[in-house]
Structures are given as C-alpha cells and as structure tokens.
C-alpha cells in the first residue's frame, strides 16, 4: 500500500507557473506508475500527465502538452508537475494517483486503472 501526499498548489496569476509535488510513503515506489489528474467544480475528474514507474515515457492530455511537465525521483518517492503558462481554465483540484505496477499505454488517462490517490491541492489561476 502506499499513501499520497500533495503540495505546491496555490493562487497564481494567469502566464504564471507553480510545482505540483507528490510525497509516497512505502519501500516500493518505484513499482507504481504515477499520475497526475484534476478535477474542476461541477467537472468530472480528468486526466493531466502520467510517468511510467522508471521515468522513461511520460503521457499528457492535449491541453496541458508543452506547458506541463511531470517527473519523478524514485530514490525520494516523489513526483512533481510543472506546470508553466497557466490558464483560469487550470484552475481545479489537482490529484496525484499511483499504479501499482504499471498501466498500459492506451489506458494511462483511466482514473479506474489508478489503485491509490492522494488528497488534492486546490490551483486557482486568476485572470
């Protein structure tokens, strides 16, 4: 099992940029594939990014591709979303999920194929 802590969120003026983190607590991070998803007031929970358990693919929705940029650091159980050229249409609550052992290609966006999530951290991007 593993628990998810996010942090970084905050109030940011639309152009701006802010650093999603996510803290894992277990000794096998590094067996989960993470992502990233928000969700937006009377908005169903959608995907943002994902990164493979080593790092070595990461995944974005169309309309965060080029501004965000997910990462991980296996050997501190943590990911991170930088997220760059905010728009008011960011603002959401954004959640970190975990995989265990991975999730094929064609489903990275599922929140079904995600087994644990972290609280949230509330984005507000003002325009």
């Known amino acids: 099992q593993v628990q998810l802590v996010e942090s970084g969120g905050g109030l940011v003026q639309a152009g701006g940029s802010l650093r999603l983190s996510c803290a894992a607590s277990?000794?096998?991070?590094?067996?989960?594939?993470m992502g990233w998803f928000r969700q937006a007031p009377g908005k169903e929970r959608e995907f943002v990014s994902h990164?493979?358990?080593?790092?070595?693919?990461?995944y974005y929705a169309d309309s965060v591709k080029g501004r965000f940029t997910i990462s991980r650091d296996n050997a501190k159980n943590m990911v991170y979303l930088q997220m760059n050229s905010l728009k008011s249409e960011d603002t959401a609550v954004f959640y970190c999920?975990?995989?265990?052992?991975?999730?094929?290609?064609?489903?990275?966006?599922?929140?079904?194929?995600?087994?644990?999530w972290g609280q949230g951290t509330q984005v507000t991007v003002s325009s």
């Open positions: 999920a975990a995989a265990l052992l991975g999730v094929r290609r064609e489903l990275v966006s599922s929140v079904r194929e995600y087994d644990y």
């Open positions: 277990g000794r096998t991070f590094s067996s989960y594939a």
């Open positions: 990164i493979t358990r080593t790092g070595s693919s990461t």
